[in-house]
Structures are given as C-alpha cells and as structure tokens.
C-alpha cells in the first residue's frame, strides 16, 4: 500500500467503504515534465556541427539552437562508469563501476555491483508517477548476472525501468546485434537485407513505448534513457550516410585538428588563445604503444585513402543514428511533448582509441593480438561499415575528434573527460541557442533531472539509509553563464587520477596501460583550466603547493568515494601482477569435470559464460539423430569475425572454424551416415603456439566412435566478441559464423538435438595469462 488503509471494512462487502487511494500508485504532479536521455558513446567534442566539427548532427543542432551548449561538461573517461553515474547520481566508484563490468575485482569500488545505498533516479521517478523506459546499450549488469540463469536483481528492471530494449553489453554488431528484452535475451527482430540497423530498430522501440504511455495513461510523464550502439565501434552505418561523407576528411586527422579548433572557439565554446596540445602528449613510455598516433605525414597514400574511410563510415554511423533520434523528437512535437521535455544530449567519454595506430576492418584482430595486414584492410575498404566489416578507426582518428585537448579515452586528460552536452527544455528554459561555460559532471544529470521533476532523494530507501547524491543541480545554468557553483571533481582510471577544485586540475602522468605500479612517485602536472581549458601549460614547477593541495584533496576524495586500491595491474609479461589479478577477478563458475552440457531450445549462452575453448584444447559432442533430410546447425558460436560451428548441409557434417574472419575458412567435413541416433564430435589439441600466440594443432572430426577427418588448423587466444554472438545450440543467431550457409538461424531440422557436451578438461596446454590477456584488452 501507498499509504494506510482509510476505508471501512465490514462482514458485509455492503456495509463496507473501500479505498483505492490506499493501493494506486502515487501520480506525477499536474504539468510534470517528461525527460529523454540522449546518451551516445565514444564521442569527443570536435567531432559534432554543434561544436563545430564536421560530423552533421541536425537534430542535436536543432535541440542547441533551441537551448543550451555545454563546454565544459565530464565525464569518468569510460562507458560502464560514466553510465552508473548517469544510473545514481553518485561517483563511479561508489557505485562499483571503477571500470567496466568485465574487469570488476573483490573490492567495493570494482565489483560492478551498485550498493542499495545508491538508489537509482529511475526508481525514484517512477515512484514518484513517472513511466521509466532503458532503450540501447546496458554495460551496467554486473558480469556475475549475465546468463539466462542468473539473478536479475541488477538488471534494468530491477534497477527501476517499467521496460528495457537493447543489449547488455559494452558493445554489439549493429547489423547482428545480440539483443534483450526487459529480462531475458531475444532474436533480432528481422535481418539488414529487410532494412534492419540496430539504430533504426532501437528508434522503433523507443516510439512503441512513448506512444503506449500516451495512448493508454494520457498525461502521465515519462523518462527515457536512450542509448543507441553508436559511436562505439564497430562502425555501421547505411551506405548512403557512409556515402555523403566521400572526401570529407582527406586532409587527415592532424589538418582537422588545425580547422576545427577556430571553429570552436569562434562559437564561444572555447576561450580566445585556446592552444593545441600534441599528438602524443605524454612521455614514451608513460602510456601503451597502441595508443600512438601516427604522423599523417609519413603515411603512404594506399594508407590515407583507408584511414580517411574508416572517418567517413564513423561520421555516417553519427549522422544516421542523429536521424533515428529526429524520429523521435518529430514525435514529442506532433503529439504535443515536445514543449514540456527535458532534453540531454550528450557521450559518456571521449573519442575512442581502441582502434590502434593503424585501425582496423575487423577490431577482434586487435584484442586478439593479431596483425592487421594493409592489402587485406584495403581489400575491404569498400565494404567499410557493411556487414562484412566490424571496423574501428585509428588513433588519429581519436585524437582529431577530441581536439583540442590531450588523449583520448580510458585518460582523464580533458580527451577522455570533457564531452559533449545540449541540454533543450522548451517551457523551462528561455535561453535559445546560447553557450554555458560552468564546469560540470556526469554525476550532476541525475541532481538536475530530480531537481527539475521536483523529486528528492529520500534519506533512506526500501529501508537502506541513503548516499547523498554527489552531483549539483545544475538548473541554476539554466537563467545564464556564470560563476560555476560546483567546486570540487576527482578522475581515476585504471590508475591514471586527475583532480579539479576551483578552476585547478592536476592529473598523474600514468598511464592506463602502463601497469608501472610506485603510485607515490608518480609526476602530477597542473593546469589552470579556467584559462587553459586544453591543459596545454603544465604549471607544477611554478606552484608546487598548489600540486600539494590537489593531491591530498584527491587522496581525501579517493578515501570517500572507494577508489582504492589502485589498479593498473600489467597481466602480460608480469608474473607477479598476473597473480594479483588472477586471485581478484570474478570466476564463472566451472564444473569439475570440465565439461559443460548445453541443450536446445534454451537462451544463447553469453561469450564470457560459455565454455571457454579460446587458446586450449577441448572436444565437442553432440548427441543427435537424423533423418534423410537432416540439415541445420547443431552449434555455433560466433561470427563471420571469428567463431566456430557443427552443422549438417548438403548430406555432409561439416564443422568450420572461422579464424577472425581470415579467408579461407578451416573446413572439416565427412558425408552423414544412415539415419538414427548418433554421436557427432570434434577434437582439437593444442600442440604449439603461433606467433601470435594462436593455438596450432591437429582438429578431427568424429562419427559416432570413428575419426572421419583431420587437419591441422590454429584458433584464436581472445573471445570471438566482446558482448554479442554468444553460443547457440540448434541455431547460429545473428551473423552466420561460416559462408557455407550464410542467412539467418539455419535451424537443425528434419531430427532432434539431444544434448550438446564441450569438454576442456583434458587441455593440454593451458596458456592461462595470454587467454586473459586477450579478455582484458577491450574496454
């Protein structure tokens, strides 16, 4: 009940007086507003028209002519940590999310698990009368909970969301994508050849539900947090958006960088004298070598053309999912919301760098540790964006979009932090199209949405004793620009800490890959940012007390927010790290006998859940029987990027693996026998490792007790993906993992799927660090 029973109650119902005020739950305030969140990924501020880069976002421009520009909003560097923010409105730390789900250690401010103690906005709206909705990317479940069979307890609707359509984890492959729907994980709804784009079909299911609420409780609010896949890698996009970008970017990363940075500061979003900062920013080796940019003047011209490519598909994919948000703001105004919704517009982190100095057609080859070949890549450039592809650009790239500022991504460097935000609120805001310099935080959104809704955080919640939020409203920007009242932030990532306090920020030269350890000998550099807003000017020798202050106010904040221990942990190559993390890290639960038994008919088993056959030797067996017209996958794992499949086409069983998408496939196969019950398997034994540390040895096929094949062939040491793609029994999901029955499903039929047994328990050689390695290296 809402409130205490204040009917009558009789023996007889006719004597009685009921009370439904008791049981309803409570309603929005008359003329409460609806909120849309807008929240894209990897994406600096130079790379948007409302910044003045050259990436066409009408419907953000349209939303900034109508309200506010925001220049110096943060965020945390990372997705998964930015978003918890976004989630609670306190600091990433305390909400566990020091990083990424995937990496959570044993500790309280890395272990991907929000505290009670840190309700979520959306629990309190939607008590408070608002309709909540989650559309696009999660990467805020904890990795514990991402099977079917897992709690749900941290899943959107448990997290305060009436409904939830899109996927759970950091990424997917937007013409393929791995889907789920409120609780439990689903089938894409229809295929790119029928017009499908995970953009396009997350912009429907946003509409569904808006127009549900409206055509069913009138009048009632609503709060959606949409957050489409882009601009995440990999990069897709229609052809047409990938096509108006042809020469956009042929004067290269370094020259854009050049042009954009008057633009932005003619718009006002950057103060007159603001200088450019260097490429490579920090001291060799200070930060990883994948993370270099290389000079646009020592590339070849095969190299230009391609990297100028992978920009253009990246800026169509921007573009393209701008247009799905029109759709959605076309709505509000035809149905008449438009005038009473908060609009925030805004990225979780900066431009990403997760592309390597060379980028790549396929970025699984970059986590694996393998080579891209140019001849191969411009093979592809064509096909950059399509299905055939799972690209992500260069480092250049990165640096370009995040101009004026140092790095990127993953650094706490403004590259990494300082992000993108339009805020539009017709009826509460009469500015149009003006700038608002005040220094604000992720962390800030949920203050300023329940400072706008009129909503307060209780001090205790479902009988847990309450955080305080630790963002500011920051409706107070809403009147004018000014004076920020917001005084103090801390960064921290994987290691690499900055502090702001007062228009100060120091910030550590260490870097988030460097695993160097000895934090107390760090070098902290100073930036006055309220006039070098791009930390050009390192200021440490001329006010060492001024250093002195921020680091200890950082270590006071760090203390508060359960940012220790520090991790940076070097798991290649460091024997003494690779057990620190082995002993923290989270262990999917692995039956004794190392085996795993999977049936059909059930949800597709997660990459990081399924039974890891990544750089050891394991066996498959499949309990079946067939028919003369059997065909149909009986496994598959994966993608035309890399994976792994048995199926029965054409009268052959053939098992294929598909190493990172590099012609020709390895193809093992044997003629079907006479229909019945039977055993089909697959044996491989890892003997050696390659150059790249692929796994090399003999693979043979099985008909019942009989070897019907063998061949030698090598797999691949990291996942096939990083959150799409999962494992799948009687069906491949998605993207075909092999060309030899490309479409959808190819579903076993003309027979029955048993059971299906992987057995790793008798590898034979286990290079246990490399496979976590390669685990490690996406975020």
């Avoid at 009558?8 to 003329?31: C, N, Y």
């Avoid at 109508?66 to 609670?88: D, E, I, K, M, V």
């Avoid at 500061?265 to 490429?279: K, Q, S, V, W």
């Avoid at 038994?597 to 597709?604: L, N, R, V």
Wanted: proline share 7%.
């Amino acid at each position: 009940m809402t409130r205490e029973f204040q009917g009558k109650i009789e023996l007889d119902v006719r004597d009685s007086v009921s009370d439904w005020d008791a049981f309803l739950p409570p309603e929005a305030p008359e003329g409460a507003p609806n909120v849309l969140l807008v929240l894209y990924d990897d994406t600096g501020q130079a790379a948007w028209s409302p910044y003045g880069g050259r990436i066409q976002m009408p419907t953000m421009e349209r939303l900034a002519q109508n309200g506010l520009t925001y220049t110096q909003w943060h965020t945390t560097a990372l997705c998964s940590p930015t978003r918890s923010t976004l989630l609670t409105g306190r600091n990433h730390h305390s909400n566990g999310f020091a990083t990424i789900s995937e990496s959570s250690t044993g500790f309280p401010g890395y272990n991907s698990h929000i505290p009670a103690s840190n309700a979520t906005m959306a629990n309190l709206l939607r008590d408070a009368g608002w309709a909540t909705f989650w559309v696009g990317k999660n990467h805020n479940v904890p990795i514990d909970e991402w099977t079917a069979g897992a709690s749900k307890k941290n899943w959107p609707l448990a997290q305060g969301f009436d409904r939830f359509y899109g996927f759970i984890g950091g990424e997917t492959n937007n013409w393929y994508p791995s889907l789920a729907e409120d609780n439990h994980y689903i089938d894409q709804p229809y295929l790119p050849e029928q017009g499908y784009h995970l953009s396009r079909d997350l912009a429907d299911q946003a509409l569904r539900m808006l127009r549900d609420v409206q055509q069913t409780e009138p009048g009632k609010p609503w709060y959606l947090w949409f957050c489409p896949g882009a601009n995440h890698a990999p990069h897709h996009a229609p052809q047409e958006y990938i096509d108006k970008y042809k020469g956009v970017f042929d004067d290269g990363y370094e020259a854009y960088r050049e042009w954009v940075l008057p633009r932005m500061i003619e718009r006002g979003l950057l103060p007159e004298g603001t200088e450019l900062t260097e490429l490579n920013p920090m001291p060799p080796g200070t930060f990883s070598a994948s993370d270099e940019v290389r000079p646009w003047a020592e590339l070849g011209a095969e190299e230009r053309a391609l990297f100028c490519r992978m920009a253009e598909v990246y800026a169509g994919f921007s573009e393209y999912t701008d247009a799905q948000v029109g759709r959605i703001v076309d709505y509000l105004e035809e149905s008449g919301q438009l005038d009473n919704t908060l609009i925030i517009y805004c990225a979780d982190n900066g431009a990403s760098g997760e592309g390597s100095p060379n980028g790549s057609v396929n970025e699984g080859k970059i986590f694996g540790g393998y080579p891209d070949d140019l001849q191969d890549n411009l093979r592809m450039v064509d096909k950059l964006g399509s299905p055939d592809t799972y690209n992500h650009y260069p480092t250049g790239w990165a640096a370009a979009f995040s101009t004026p500022y140092r790095m990127f991504k993953r650094y706490v460097y403004q590259g990494g932090v300082c992000d993108p935000l339009v805020i539009s609120w017709p009826k509460g805001i009469a500015a149009r199209g003006e700038v608002r310099n005040q220094y604000h935080h992720s962390t800030d959104i949920v203050a300023t949405i329940l400072d706008v809704c009129g909503v307060e955080l209780p001090a205790t919640y479902n009988g847990v004793e309450q955080r305080p939020l630790d963002g500011i409203p920051m409706t107070y920007s809403f009147e004018a620009d000014g004076e920020t009242t917001k005084r103090t932030q801390y960064f921290e990532m994987f290691g690499n800490r900055g502090i702001w306090h007062d228009g100060w920020k120091a910030v550590t030269e260490h870097g988030p890959v460097s695993g160097r350890g000895d934090f107390p000998s760090d070098t902290w550099q100073l930036f006055h940012t309220d006039t070098d807003r791009s930390e050009a000017h390192d200021l440490a020798d001329e006010h060492p007390e001024k250093v002195e202050e921020l680091k200890a106010l950082w270590l006071s904040e760090a203390k508060r927010n359960d940012v220790l221990p520090l991790n940076d942990l070097q798991i290649i190559g460091n024997p003494k790290d690779f057990e620190t993390f082995i002993s923290m890290e989270f262990k999917v639960p692995v039956p004794a006998s190392g085996q795993y038994t999977y049936y059909p008919g059930t949800s597709e088993v997660p990459e990081r859940s399924a039974a890891n056959t990544h750089g050891v030797s394991y066996k498959v067996l499949a309990e079946v029987t067939t028919t003369a017209d059997t065909q149909g996958v009986i496994f598959a794992h994966g993608s035309r990027f890399g994976g792994h499949s048995l199926f029965v086409k054409d009268g052959k069983l053939t098992y294929v693996y598909n190493f990172l998408g590099i012609p020709p496939e390895n193809v093992i196969s044997a003629p079907v026998p006479e229909p019945g019950p039977h055993v089909f398997g697959v044996s491989f034994t890892k003997e050696r490792v390659g150059e790249y540390r692929e796994a090399i040895g003999p693979l043979a096929l099985y008909i019942d007790d009989e070897k019907v094949a063998e061949q030698e062939i090598r797999t691949i040491l990291g996942h096939f993906s990083l959150c799409g793609e999962g494992l799948c029994i009687g069906y491949d999901s998605g993207d075909a993992v092999s060309k030899l029955y490309e479409g959808s499903r190819f579903d076993y039929t003309g027979g029955e799927i048993i059971k299906v047994v992987f057995d790793i328990a008798d590898d034979a050689y286990v290079d246990v660090e490399a496979h976590l390695a390669a685990a490690m290296a996406r975020d």
